[in-house]
């Protein structure tokens, strides 16, 4: 009996079970596709059998319109990677998908009409739409033998991403393009602005379009990357793939290890093509690498036969053996009208190349490639036809094979700090140089008089001194560029305006025009009635000079111009009114966004990077390449402006010149600065010098690295400032403890460590370690080497801001981040 019921009781669980287990499974029954006699309606979803991807009906962000589109199944953040219907939102949940009896796969709302459709196949009764695990919506029929073979793929058609295995580009035996477009916004996935794709003639290149117009190019595949991304090779993470055959042109990637996911997307805010891995721990996503990086990814920025490099001020060069075509225009940095050759090429003559490193490759839009010739079949080539203008091998890997020809202008060249590759550029044939001198000298001298002696010593002093004058050239070659600057500035007649205008266009100084207090007085928003936005400076009353004294200061400080200061536009000069004219810069000034919470994690690193680089530049131009060589002494956040597209403008430069008091080079009574990035010598004894702006500097690359203000900084364990924290961060090995803002991309890392011992380096105690400006260019871009630094000036604050002794002696003082003037305590 007992084991009867036992028996029972467990044939009872047993049925239990099953039918508990097909309730479940009706409940939760996921499919991975439909077929012919099948409808995904909205509200059902189609899940692929790995359980990666998941296919349904979607709003995006606020939007209230509904869109059939494919996301992760796995991701708790919504990351949508395709949809269907992109241009033609759905407004209620009615609509449906199906395969059609023609073998299309339609979209339709409730009215059976049709949303979005494919183009029809085949009539088959057994066709099967279906999700794979790879994210790839595919049609097929069951007929077909080949289960690969697909009469429809979503991996066609794509949208914003390209997932592992995607390919981008041509099929070229059915004429299919494969291009990437960004979405309009999150909340709208039609079309935007942005989109990539392969250009196929001659010499394939990877393009990414801001509208009709090429915004960033990165080049042509040279067997192990693209030319213009060398960061991109294969790595331990991805395998990076292109093909080219007569078949297909395409680009792939893939991930080495299966279990990383991760994605690459046009980014319509940010006008970057953003490659992204899922963190688990942290459940985000994290971005991985971005593109264009810097300033000299911008397509064409230099102009025909320009090249751009980042570490140079200005960046645009012209190629050697070229020169600006609109000289005026160029050196006014608006390079878009390029270079020309020196001397044109005369085809009749005897021709050479030089040969170029690290190079971007050009863009191939007139171009030629033979995959079979070498080198030196590639140069012939190149010889024969005196419109090439340049060649390269095709692919680099290994000893580097093939050819590739350009013809006519080299358009959007960079050069690369490391990944680049050669270019041989055509140049007439340097004549040969006729016989040595010294060497008939030498034949002729033993036979020849004293006077061929005498002729001897003559050629040899002649051929040093003109050995040396072409060194000079060479080494001097930006200060020649600026000195053909002052030749057409000195043309440049600085606007005079009357102080009625000025008045009337500050609304007569009112305060609420007030932008705000500088260190040589306060500077208001002005409107001119032509509409121009202005920044106006009222100068305090405090200078001794007088007006032609203060016009011919002024005038020089306009001629300088560079990117990277703010441009002075004119002044005006009334009784003791001295008032200087600035054009206006909207973003407003460094340091609002820098110590702000929310405008400072808002930046991604590379925008933060690119300020600090700018800085550098302008001060390299203000310390050496300008021809007034202008010490600053007063650099810090609030004096470094934005333009709209962030890029940093020096302000306040020059002034102390003209206000800084006596004009020794070394030392100074009147001490101008501001405390927190005063250097120890200028602060204590008044000794100025380009070293001091190093210092000024290092501490402003340390604030932006950080976030945080020096002067402010706050550690509840001991009484440094951001320099002694920084310092001991460091000397502890854990740098990039320095930052708490959010850092999403992997690749800069070594980056920002980089920057912080850049900023190290420049605010050594002892002035003559810290390295210059120019040396500082260089480091930031990891081109020159970086020594160990020594223990930075004012490890603490020396004078606490309240007992400042200073002040006694002065009229326009205050302390925290307001300029001193202050009479020197000897
Ligand atoms: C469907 O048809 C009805 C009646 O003709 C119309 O009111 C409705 O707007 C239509 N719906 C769509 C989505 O076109
Ligand atoms: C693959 O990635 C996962 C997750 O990121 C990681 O845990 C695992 O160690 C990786 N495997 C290999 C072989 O690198
Ligand atoms: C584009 O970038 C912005 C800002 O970083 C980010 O919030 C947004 O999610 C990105 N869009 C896509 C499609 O990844
Ligand atoms: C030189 O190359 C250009 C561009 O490919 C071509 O149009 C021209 O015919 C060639 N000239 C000669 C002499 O081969």
Redesign the pocket.
Known sequence: MKNLSTSMDTLWYISYFICVACLLSKLYASTDGINSSQFLRDGETLVSSGGSFELGFFSPGSSKERYLGIWYKNIPVRTVVWVANRGTPISDNSSSLKINSTGSVVLSNENSSVVWSTSSTRASQDLLLQLLDSGNLVLRDNKDGNADFYLWQSFDSPSDTLLPGMKLGWDLRISLNRRLSSWKSSDDPSPGQLSVGIELDPYPQAVTLKGTKKYFREGPWNGMRFSGAPQLRTNPMFAFKFVSNQDEVYYMYELLNKSVISRLVLNETTSTRERYVWVEAEHSWKLYASLPRDYCDTYGLCGANGICIISQSPVCQCLKGFKPKLAQSWNAMDWSHGCIRDEPLDCTEKHDFIKFSSLKLPDTM?S?VNKGMNLRECRDACL?????TAYTNLNISGHGSGCA?W?GDLVDVRRFIDGGQDLYIRVRASKRANRSPVIIALIVAPIASICGVLLVIYYIFRRKMKAKGNNEEDDSRNVASSSRNVAFEEDLDLPLLDLATVSRATDNFSINKKLGEGGFGPVYKGVLADGQSIAVKRLSKSSGQGQNEFKNEVKLIAKLQHRNLVKLLGCCIDGNEKILIYEYMPKGSLDSILFDQTKGSALDWSKWFNIICGIARGLVYLHQDSRLRIIHRDLKASNILLDNELNPKISDFGLARTFGGDQSEDNTRRIVGTYGYMAPEYAVYGLFSVKSDVFSFGVLLLEIVSGKKNREFVHPQNHHNLIGYAWRLWTEGRPLDLIDRMVDDMLVEPEIIRCIHVGLLCIQQNPDDRPTMSTVVLMLNGESMLPQPKQPGFLMDLVPSETCSWSSKNESFSVNDISITAMEAR
């Open positions: 007139h030629w024969k036809n005196c419109s090439c020809l013809f």
